[in-house]
């Protein structure tokens, strides 16, 4: 009868596990919303980098031409200086941002500017006598070229007419502050005295390395079906002090730009 009873058991113990193996598993529950699928469906991203172009609309340098008099000096001195830009109006750079909440983002959008400008000084020492037709001028000439470039640094905080999930185009404004880092300086210089051989020389012009400025703007976001945020703006910066501030160049304290970004 023991044996019976075993052998009984250890069949209803088989046939139980046999009915659990072949029992389909049960359907996970369906996910409510994880916060990576939620990210997915965001129409502004939590975290997104990018690459932008920027154009200016005006030269960094703006043309001028520069007349200075000094009748106490010995003998009296007149200098005359023709100021020539030749800066790239287009630059590159990227673009990274951080959603602060629903509406809010905080970024940076780093560009490098290159820059390129000429001056030609002519240095008139003496007194002209009006009565001929021949400056008796002692005349100096000093020609100038300087290259480099600026690293615009600003800090952007966006607020945009849409919640970051709701689909479809928005508007944003932007505002923060920005550094301007002046690197590469080079500056060649040759001076053409009277009856004299031409001498060179390399030293810099006086700048200041770093400026600060203020920054606002205003644009768009548009998406892709490929999921690529395009991003046209327009920003305003008024540079607080100048890098470049002499009669041999001096640098603009507004700029206006055009900025086109591609971030995913």
């Known amino acids: 009868m023991k044996r019976l009873i075993l052998c009984g058991s250890a069949l209803v113990c088989a046939a139980v596990a046999a009915c659990a193996q072949n029992t389909p598993a049960a359907a996970p529950a369906p996910d409510s919303g994880t916060p990576e699928r939620q990210e997915e469906r965001a129409y502004v991203r939590r975290f997104s980098i990018g690459i932008s172009a920027f154009m200016v609309p005006t030269n960094l340098f703006p043309k001028a031409s520069l007349v200075e008099d000094h009748p106490t000096f010995s003998p009296p001195t007149r200098f005359e200086t023709q100021f020539d830009p030749n800066s790239s109006r287009v630059s590159y750079g990227f673009t990274a941002h951080a959603a602060l909440n629903e509406r809010w983002t905080v970024g940076i959008s780093p560009a490098l500017r290159k820059f390129s400008f000429g001056a030609v000084t002519h240095k008139f020492e003496g007194v002209d006598n009006s009565s001929t037709f021949l400056d008796e001028r002692a005349d100096t000439m000093i020609t100038e070229k300087t290259t480099g470039r600026y690293l615009d640094v600003p800090v952007l905080a966006r607020h945009y007419s849409k919640n970051r999930h ?87 304290q507004h700029q206006i730009e055009i900025v086109f970004s591609l971030s995913f």
């Open 166 to 252: 709701e689909s479809g185009p928005r508007w944003f404004l932007e505002a923060g502050p920005s550094m301007r880092i002046t690197q590469k300086l080079t500056t060649s210089r040759v001076t053409i005295p009277p009856k004299l051989l031409p001498v060179s020389d390399t030293t810099n012009l006086a700048h200041r390395k770093n400026s600060l400025g203020a920054v606002a703007g205003f644009g768009g976001q548009f998406i892709d079906d490929f999921g690529i945020r395009i991003i046209p703006e327009v920003r305003y910066t008024y540079w607080f002090s100048k890098p470049f501030d002499s009669n041999h160049a001096t640098s603009r």
